[in-house]
């Protein structure tokens, strides 16, 4: 058994004492085991390398009897029994799948966001998973960037409050309990930035792009108590986040006060020498060390040439051992010494899972968006006789999972024929693919033609494979892949011949350019990948049973051209708005997007007035309540997102057009009427001045709060910001 069971600070180092230099670099070392692909297969590692001691942690591992074996043979049979840390991508459920993190980001809930997090933890504890790479934190305006998907879309305000609620969700309360995971905020930094929306492709934003935009969601994660944080395989205007000690050991740990553990991105240190900022695994080893990496992924750089490194000089032993106290105060803290086998013992009930199930259904639902609905197309009627299902996403379950599925298996989502069926049992729900999703046969159009005319209603379900969007899946041209288009196309031209509306759901991990799509539809949906209760969670909006909420958090494109969009730009000194000869435009299109951030209709009628700001003056410590009467002039109780704005008019660094200070949420019934009231903390409205410093600066703040960021359909309010009392 242990040889040790640290408790605390003083037996970890009586440990670190007892330790070999292999056994050092063993707890530096994560290796993958081949119960799921996420990287390159790295061969040449075996269980006797945990048996000496020189694999200290496994990824990629899944089920709690292989996990317990691992750990048997880490504790029981190695020299010092130091228990293994596995961790998973356990990006959005394990193996109930909640909607893809972009897809749940449009719930705009930060108690939803914690509440699928702890389910996703309790359920991958169970398999003996104790880390998971996740919440996924890279502020993403590009839709050409596959990891869009992951991430909570394009705003920072979004992502810090994403960032808290993963973080406390995986964590818990105590990160020592058999349900809690090490959560890792990934992928710091800037990720979201590569160039022209490439995969990998190098990273350059300004200093005030990072402090504002990309640092912020890393900041809340770690005041959060993230366990670990994950460099991007990316490099920042020419340093590798995995050798950047700057951005580690200057921004994030002293800066921020990190002091968990950097786990590098899977072979990453390795990629050092593809970076071209390393000649071999010695001098890569060194430079992610140097940085503050603790954890090697898969590389085996630290255990190959770390050795050499120290005999070279290049490293000292002090810093390898710093690294070894972090993992192992972290397995510490992971009650790993105590108990190695408490995450595994014990299977969740059924009726545990079930109730995950009826989440997943909840969150699925809400978080589809309802782009268009024209002449209220939707909801269906409740006494429809037929409804034809065309499309390759119709009846398409495991592309209902989206990225990153973890242990999900694909048998397991309800596919949208079936949640369609299910939910209209008195109707004829019909079904033809018509074309696969990518690929160019497009012989099965003219069956799917058929089985348009006598329905009632179509329903196009079209969009991305679930592997078109996540890692390594940028798209240069982000609209329907294959034949999709010429079947919409042709189902738009039969239905409209008939008078038969058209609904048309899109699957995938990114807004797609389908402006053709939005225009002739009479009805356009975003949902995302919506997890393993897909089918259910679409039928109940098609069908009224639930009225749609769910907001876009990225802004959606007209044109690929418009790349990237964001509500924040600021606004230059010919700005968009007014239009005009010289304003910021294209000659060829919009520069709006085709639906803004935050857009997203609702089977209400939601009216807003009389906005209000009290008190509309103030210093740094008050803060204003701002508050707007909300009413439902529709036929359907249904819910409303608002969303609270600021625009600086005059500050010493040019101001962006709109600034996300809030978001609130109001249920109302036909004809009701109520107040949201968002409170607005003068405090917030601190920026970064020339030096990149924080301040406050004095002076008038416009206060708009609407629907979306629509800018022309704010609300619009004052408040005086003053510095001190009197002025
Ligand atoms: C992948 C991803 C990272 C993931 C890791 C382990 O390449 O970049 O997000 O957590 O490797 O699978």
Redesign the pocket.
């Known amino acids: 058994m242990n040889a040790l069971k640290p408790r605390d600070p003083r037996r970890i180092e009586t440990l670190i004492g007892r330790m070999t230099l292999t056994e050092k670099l063993g707890q530096l070392t994560m290796m993958a085991a081949s119960h799921t692909v ?2 390159p297969v790295i061969a040449g590692h075996s269980v006797g390398d945990i048996r000496s001691g020189r694999i200290g942690n496994l ?2 591992l899944i089920g709690a009897a292989a996990a317990r074996e691992m750990q048997r043979i880490a504790v029981e049979e190695s020299r010092l029994g130091i228990p293994l840390l596995i961790g998973l ?1 356990v990006i959005h459920g394990h193996r109930t799948l909640f909607p893809a993190p972009l897809g749940e980001a449009a719930l705009f809930d930060p108690e939803a966001w914690a509440l699928t997090a702890r389910e996703s933890a309790r359920e991958a504890a169970a398999d003996g998973i104790a880390m998971t ?1 996740a919440p ?1 934190l890279d502020v993403s305006r590009d839709p050409r960037w596959g990891r869009t998907v992951e991430g909570p879309g394009e705003s920072a305000w979004v992502a810090e409050r994403l960032a808290a609620a993963k973080v406390r969700g995986y964590q818990g309360d105590d990160l020592a309990a058999a349900d809690s995971l090490a959560a890792v905020a ?2 710091f930094c800037a990720y979201g930035a590569v160039t022209a929306g490439r995969e990998y492709a190098s990273v350059d934003v300004s200093e005030r792009a990072l402090l504002e935009v990309h640092m912020p969601p890393f900041a809340a994660a770690v005041a959060a108590g993230v366990a670990a944080v ?1 460099p991007a ?1 990316t490099d920042l205007a020419g340093i590798p986040m995995t050798a950047h000690a700057g951005m580690l050991r200057g921004r994030l740990r002293r800066q921020l006060g990190f002091e968990g553990v950097l786990v590098s ?2 072979n990453a240190i390795a990629e050092l020498i593809q970076h071209g900022v390393a000649a071999d695994l010695v001098e890569a080893a060194a430079l992610a060390l140097e940085a503050g990496v603790d954890i090697d ?1 898969v590389s085996g750089a630290y255990l190959q040439g770390l050795p050499a490194a120290l005999e070279r000089g290049l490293v000292s032993l002090e810093r390898i051992d710093e690294a070894v106290r972090r993992v192992l105060s972290l397995k510490a803290r992971l009650g790993l010494f105590d108990d190695p086998y408490r995450r595994g013992a014990a299977a969740e009930s059924a009726a545990a899972l079930g109730e995950r199930r009826r989440l997943a259904r909840d969150v699925g639902a809400r978080s589809i968006v309802l782009l268009t609905n024209r002449d209220d197309a939707l909801p269906l009627a409740s006494d429809i006789r037929r409804v034809t299902l065309i499309g390759p996403l119709a009846d398409a379950p495991a592309e209902m999972r989206g990225p990153w599925w973890s242990a999900a298996e694909p048998d397991a989502q309800i596919s949208v024929l079936a949640g369609m069926r299910a939910a209209l049992p008195r109707a004829e729900v019909l079904h033809a693919c018509g074309v696969d999703i990518a690929g160019s046969d497009d012989s099965g159009i003219a069956a799917a033609l058929e089985l348009c005319d006598g329905a009632q209603a179509v329903v196009l379900c079209l969009g991305e494979a679930a592997t078109m969007s996540g ?1 390594a899946a940028s798209r240069a041209h982000p609209g329907l892949p294959g034949r999709q288009r010429k079947l919409a196309e042709a189902v738009l031209e039969r239905a409209g011949a008939r008078a038969i509306p058209v609904i048309a759901v899109l699957f995938s991990g990114r807004p797609l350019v389908v402006p053709w799509l939005a225009e002739r539809a009479a009805a356009l949906l975003a949902a995302w990948f919506p997890g393993c209760e897909a089918g259910h969670a679409l039928a109940d909006i098609l069908t009224g049973r639930t009225s749609p909420s769910g907001r876009t958090p990225i802004s959606w494109p007209r044109a690929v051209g418009q790349i990237p969009l964001d509500f924040g730009q600021r606004r230059g000194g010919r700005p968009v708005d007014p239009p005009g000869p010289f304003s910021s435009r294209y000659i060829d299109e919009s520069p709006e997007p085709l639906f803004p951030f935050g857009h997203g209709l609702t089977y209400g009628r939601f009216t807003l007035s009389h906005l209000r700001v009290v008190p509309d003056s103030g210093t740094e410590s008050a803060t204003v309540q701002v508050s707007v009467e909300v009413e439902n002039q529709g036929r359907r109780r249904a819910q409303e997102t608002v969303f609270l704005f600021t625009r600086r008019l005059k500050s010493r660094v040019a101001p962006p057009l709109l600034e996300l200070r809030g978001v609130g949420r109001i249920a109302l019934d036909p004809g009701a009427r109520g107040t949201l009231t968002l409170p607005l903390a003068i405090a917030q409205l601190r920026s970064l001045g020339p030096d990149l410093e924080p301040a406050l600066e004095p002076g008038a703040i416009e206060i708009l709060v609407g629907a979306s960021a629509n800018r022309a359909a704010l609300l619009t309010g004052w408040l005086e910001v003053r510095t001190t009392p009197e002025s």
């Open positions: 996420t990287g990824l990629n991508d790479f996924m990934k992928h994950m395989f991105d899977y992924m890692e």
